[in-house]
C-alpha cells in the first residue's frame, strides 16, 4: 500500500511526469522503496481516478506528455498515511537463512558470497556517503531538508551494519 504514498511525496516535492517519476525512483526514492516502471505508470492511472492527482495543464504540443500535481484529497490522504500506525516487519533476508543451513549442511562457496554482498552493501554506502556529501554539507544540517537527510542517514547506518556483519560473518566462517 506504500507505493500510491511514495509517488503522493514524490509529486508534492516536484510535480513530475511519469517518466520523470520513474528516474526520481531510480535515483532516490527507490533507494528504500523500489517499484518499476510499470507500476509507478499504473499507480499514476489509480491516483488519478481516485481523484488524488490531477495532470497538470500544458500548453498544446507535439508529443505531449503528462505531468501530475497533488491535488487536496491526495495531500490530505497522505497526511493521513504519514500518522498511521503501523508494526516494524520481521527480517526476512535468504542470506541470513542460508547461514543458519551453513551451520548444519556446510558452506561451499558461502564465502564467494558473503564477500559479493559484502561488495554491494559497500559500494551502497560509498553512494550513500557521496550523496550525503552533495546534498547536505554541514552548513546547511539544519536546513529544510533535515527529514530527508535523516532517511539517507538511516540507509548509511543499515549499510554499515551491513558491511560491519558480513565482514564478522566471512570471519566466522574463516574459523569454521
Not at 22 to 29: A, G, H, P, Q, Y
Not at 145 to 161: D, K
Request: cysteine-free; charged content about 25%; proline content about 6%.
Amino acid at each position: 500500500m506504500s507505493l500510491p504514498h511514495a509517488i503522493l511525496t514524490a509529486l508534492l516535492e516536484r510535480p513530475s511526469s511519469g517518466l520523470e517519476l520513474t528516474r526520481r525512483f531510480d535515483r532516490s526514492i527507490g533507494f528504500f522503496w523500489s517499484a518499476t516502471h510499470q507500476q509507478i505508470y499504473r499507480e499514476l492511472g489509480r491516483l488519478e481516478q481516485a481523484g488524488l492527482i490531477r495532470p497538470v495543464p500544458q500548453p498544446p504540443s507535439r508529443g505531449q506528455r503528462k505531468e501530475y500535481e497533488v491535488l487536496p484529497a491526495g495531500r490530505e490522504a497522505l497526511a493521513g498515511w504519514v500518522g498511521e500506525q503501523q508494526d516494524p516487519k520481521p527480517i526476512r533476508d535468504a542470506l541470513l537463512l542460508r547461514l543458519r543451513a551453513a551451520a548444519v549442511v556446510g558452506a561451499p562457496g558461502l564465502a564467494a558470497e558473503l564477500s559479493r554482498h559484502l561488495e554491494l552493501h559497500q559500494r551502497q554506502l560509498d553512494e550513500y556517503r557521496e550523496i550525503e556529501r552533495r546534498d547536505f554539507p554541514a552548513e546547511r544540517a539544519a536546513g529544510e531538508n533535515r527529514l530527508q537527510h535523516v532517511v539517507l542517514q538511516a540507509g548509511i547506518q543499515l549499510e554499515t551494519f551491513w558491511t560491519e556483519w558480513l565482514a564478522q560473518a566471512l570471519a566466522a566462517l574463516d574459523e569454521e
